[in-house]
């Protein structure tokens, strides 16, 4: 593709974007290019050096920079009008790297979890008022939840968005309880007393049971995982249908969820805090008889025929 160019008298302003004989856009290449020159000329850049370095008109340059400079890339230092490295760039590569290691480090967690509950173990992460999946071990029933790597889920309605909903700060918490919270089924909790409530619960119990609060015949056991800062970096969940997932099982399930995610919290350097305060000594109370009860009048409408659970297939959540 040529690039459609016009003049402004002093230099030519692309019109389209070339792209490169492998068919990359040119312009993101040359700015990866330029950011890869600030590791290899040091902390600052100035037009003219780049200009040369990479064998560019200044104008391509001055333009390049202004856009990085817009995203956060790059930020201009006021005394030299020269180029350094921005925070969104170490913003991104914490992340990265943050995600990188959370990912290794709770792997092996994740296969034994899902191999000893033989329900989909899942990973994931905030990423803005979302969780994201970023590892899943599947389970080994042909009926099995698949909410695949990269999917996005409501913090309020999942198993694994609010063990991360409740990362967040006081104020954060009471600004995003403020916004219109929507029901996704008749159960989806939208309350912001009854999140704030379960939310405590969950922390104090260390899990948390969804069920069928996103998508009808899902039911999922979320817990936190607590980096060496003690704060929730990520969310585990072990997720499967409802008719399998009995108040018996659930208790299980529970009880796997709270201790893999206290495995992988170690092996990220978390040490919690000594207390004198007294623990709830009570067995999984979120395995409830509200939770039982639901559970028997659901199995009571499938015996009659009024509705059917899944009897094969994948149940996505």
Same mark, same amino acid.
């Given at each position: !593709?040529?690039?459609?160019?016009?003049?402004?008298?002093? +230099?030519?302003?692309?019109?389209?974007?070339?792209?490169?004989?492998?068919?990359?856009?040119?312009?993101? =290449?040359?700015?990866?290019? $330029?950011?890869?020159?600030?590791?290899?000329?040091? *902390?600052?850049?100035?037009?003219?050096? +780049?200009?040369?370095?990479?064998?560019?008109?200044?104008? &391509?340059?001055?333009?390049?920079?202004?856009?990085?400079?817009?995203?956060?890339? #790059?930020?201009?230092?006021?005394? &030299?009008?020269?180029?350094?490295?921005?925070?969104?760039?170490?913003?991104?590569?914490?992340?990265? #790297?943050?995600?990188?290691?959370?990912?290794?480090?709770?792997? *092996?967690?994740?296969?034994?979890?899902?191999?000893?509950?033989?329900?989909?173990?899942?990973?994931?992460? $905030?990423?803005?008022?979302?969780?994201?999946?970023?590892?899943?071990?599947?389970?080994?029933?042909?009926?099995?939840?698949?909410?695949?790597?990269?999917?996005?889920?409501? $913090?309020?309605?999942?198993?694994?968005?609010?063990?991360? %909903?409740?990362? %967040?700060?006081?104020?954060?918490?009471?600004?995003?309880?403020?916004?219109?919270?929507?029901?996704?089924?008749?159960?989806?909790?939208?309350?912001?007393?009854?999140?704030?409530?379960?939310?405590? =619960? !969950?922390?104090?119990?260390?899990?948390?049971?969804?069920?069928?609060?996103?998508?009808?015949?899902?039911?999922?056991?979320?817990?936190? #995982?607590?980096?060496?800062?003690?704060?929730?970096?990520?969310?585990? &969940?072990?997720?499967?249908?409802?008719?399998?997932?009995?108040?018996?099982?659930?208790?299980?399930?529970?009880?796997?969820?709270?201790?893999?995610?206290?495995?992988?919290?170690?092996?990220?350097?978390? &040490?919690?805090?000594?207390?004198?305060?007294?623990?709830?000594?009570? *067995?999984? *109370?979120?395995?409830?008889?509200?939770?039982?009860?639901?559970?028997?009048?659901?199995?009571? #409408?499938?015996?009659?025929?009024?509705?059917?659970?899944?009897?094969?297939?994948?149940?996505?959540?």
């Amino acid at each position: !593709m040529q690039t459609e160019t016009v003049s402004d008298g002093n +230099a030519e302003v692309e019109l389209r974007p070339r792209r490169s004989p492998s068919g990359s856009i040119q312009s993101v =290449e040359r700015a990866i290019l $330029l950011l890869k020159e600030f590791g290899l000329s040091g *902390p600052e850049l100035g037009v003219t050096e +780049a200009s040369k370095r990479l064998g560019l008109h200044k104008s &391509t340059v001055s333009r390049l920079l202004g856009t990085l400079e817009r995203g956060g890339f #790059v930020e201009q230092v006021s005394d &030299t009008r020269r180029y350094r490295l921005g925070l969104q760039l170490a913003s991104l590569a914490g992340l990265a #790297v943050t995600q990188l290691d959370l990912s290794s480090a709770a792997r *092996p967690y994740l296969v034994n979890l899902a191999a000893q509950s033989e329900e989909t173990a899942t990973l994931s992460v $905030l990423d803005g008022d979302e969780a994201v999946n970023i590892d899943q071990v599947p389970g080994p029933h042909p009926v099995k939840d698949l909410g695949w790597i990269g999917r996005r889920l409501p $913090l309020h309605a999942s198993a694994g968005g609010k063990p991360l %909903l409740a990362s %967040l700060s006081a104020e954060q918490l009471e600004r995003w309880l403020r916004q219109p919270l929507p029901a996704y089924t008749e159960r989806t909790v939208v309350s912001p007393e009854q999140l704030r409530r379960e939310l405590q =619960e !969950m922390l104090a119990c260390g899990y948390v049971i969804v069920s069928e609060e996103y998508e009808p015949g899902l039911t999922a056991v979320g817990a936190p #995982v607590y980096d060496y800062h003690r704060e929730i970096v990520a969310s585990i &969940t072990i997720s499967g249908p409802t008719f399998r997932l009995h108040p018996e099982q659930l208790e299980t399930a529970a009880r796997l969820i709270k201790d893999t995610a206290e495995r992988i919290s170690a092996r990220l350097g978390y &040490t919690p805090q000594q207390t004198s305060e007294r623990k709830d000594t009570r *067995p999984y *109370p979120h395995v409830s008889a509200r939770t039982a009860r639901h559970w028997d009048a659901r199995q009571q #409408v499938v015996q009659t025929g009024v509705a059917a659970g899944p009897t094969n297939g994948e149940t996505r959540g």
